[in-house]
């Protein structure tokens, strides 16, 4: 809007009232129309898209926003992660997360189904359900390996829920769900259903 080269002292008084108060404009919009002769370092704000400028006497050169001022400190999605220090985690999306590398250790799950051909090797994997009417499901294949679970020295804990005989921290049963084989109940009392036997001098179990 403003010519920044004037007022001078040879302008008349009518022109020296306009052209201050065009230049009162400028600054207080932060350059909305484009000036005249703006002064080096002068600082306009750009609408589309919106970003700060500064003229160095020969052009307009972007400013970036440190961290520190509420900015980016970058323009380009490469030195945004190196500013705000994101790894390559901060760009997987929820249903598309691929870890590669690393250590996860003490996972607690809520409420979930846990099939596939993924493994964990590691320690204090914790599954819980929140509440009777959601329980927590670990299953393999259903045409190859079933899901193995390895304790190390102690083996495999069973934890009891509440030592009610009408509850079962462990059940063994068939595809169908239909027909129970082994089950523990909350007192710790173990049940060997119909349909399994001992037979003498067999070390394992043999369904009749």
Known sequence: MANWANPTVTSNYITFVD???N?????I????????NPPVSSIRLVRAPVKFQEWNGTSWVDKLLSPEGGGTGSNSLSGISGQLGLGTMAYQNANAIN??????????IVNCALS????YAGSGMNFYSQNDSVPVNIQGSATNWPVVIRGDTYGVYIISGNGNKGTYPFLIHNAA??????????????????????PV????????
């Open 177 to 198: 769900q239909n027909q129970e084989a082994i089950t523990v109940r909350g007192d710790m009392n173990v049940l060997l259903r119909t349909g399994l036997v001992i």
């Open 19 to 21: 052209e201050v108060k």
């Open 201 to 208: 001098g067999a070390n394992r179990y043999v369904p009749v």
């Open 116 to 119: 596939g051909t993924a493994s």
């Open 29 to 36: 919009t932060l350059q909305a129309v484009a000036v005249t």
């Open 99 to 108: 870890v590669t590398g690393g250590q996860v250790a003490s996972i607690n």
């Open 23 to 27: 230049r009162d404009i400028d600054a």
